[in-house]
T-cell receptor
Framework: GNSVTQMEGPVTLSEEAFLTINCTYT??????LFWYVQYPGEGLQLLLK?????DKGSNKGFEATYRKETTSFHLEKGSVQVSDSAVYFC???????????FGKGTTLSVSS | EAGVVQSPRYKIIEKKQPVAFWCNPI?????LYWYLQNLGQGPELLIR????????DSQLPKDRFSAERLKGVDSTLKIQPAELGDSAVYLC??????????????FGPGTRLTVL
């Protein structure tokens, strides 16, 4: 079945630093890809998504591009803020396209 | 608009005891999901409902876990009897329609279960 691998954390950055969180997937066919974020004490929230190759998802300054050739969907942000501190999950649709397959999550901590 | 509501937020029980979790999805959302999240892991699907029908329960350990979604709205997930390894966060999510993940899944805050 489909699976997702994302970089281990925690990631610790200073405010205004550049962020990359790597995510790769294995899948039969072409899944939809997602990034979810979980702020402390809150539920998972969809950050961005892409449904086909070369699509770029973007939201709140975060971006990720669906790369079929490298089976990747890396999350990037040019200048992180303290408020971006959270756990970030990369996810793929399952083979049937009806549920999400999540990575293990990457904890981001941003200090001022 | 209210989000997905789950209760309780925290539950501590002795092993072999029963436990139940409740979820109220966003109004009008036909699809409801229960996920299990172990410490340091991403959520894993347990069961998916389309209205009141469980359309994917292949990952639900049916010897001790059960779920229901009466009238296609609220849902309850039950464990009987609980084991130490069931300690985890149980997440509920809902979406307008589930097919091919066309619609965003909205997650509740989860119920953190500790089995002693």
């Amino acid at each position: 079945g489909n699976s997702v691998t994302q970089m281990e954390g925690p990631v610790t950055l200073s405010e205004e630093a550049f962020l990359t969180i790597n995510c790769t997937y294995t899948a039969t066919g072409y899944p939809s890809l997602f990034w979810y974020v979980q702020y402390p004490g809150e539920g998972l929230q969809l950050l961005l998504k892409a449904t086909k190759a070369d699509d770029k998802g973007s939201n709140k300054g975060f971006e990720a591009t669906y790369r079929k050739e490298t089976t990747s969907f890396h999350l990037e942000k040019g200048s992180v803020q303290v408020s971006d501190s959270a756990v970030y999950f990369c996810a793929s649709s399952n083979q049937a396209g009806t549920a999400l397959i999540f990575g293990k999550g990457t904890t981001l901590s941003v200090s001022s | 608009e209210a989000g997905v509501v789950q209760s309780p937020r925290y539950k501590i029980i002795e092993k072999k005891q029963p436990v139940a979790f409740w979820c109220n999805p966003i109004s009008g959302h036909n699809t409801l999901y229960w996920y299990l999240q172990n410490l340091g892991q991403g959520p894993e699907l347990l069961i998916r409902y389309e209205n009141e029908e469980a359309v994917d329960d292949s990952q639900l350990p049916k010897d001790r876990f059960s779920a229901e979604r009466l009238k296609g709205v609220d849902s309850t997930l039950k464990i009987q009897p609980a084991e130490l390894g069931d300690s985890a966060v149980y997440l509920c999510a809902s979406s307008l329609e589930g097919g091919e993940l066309r619609d965003e899944q909205f997650f509740g805050p989860g119920t953190r279960l500790t089995v002693l």
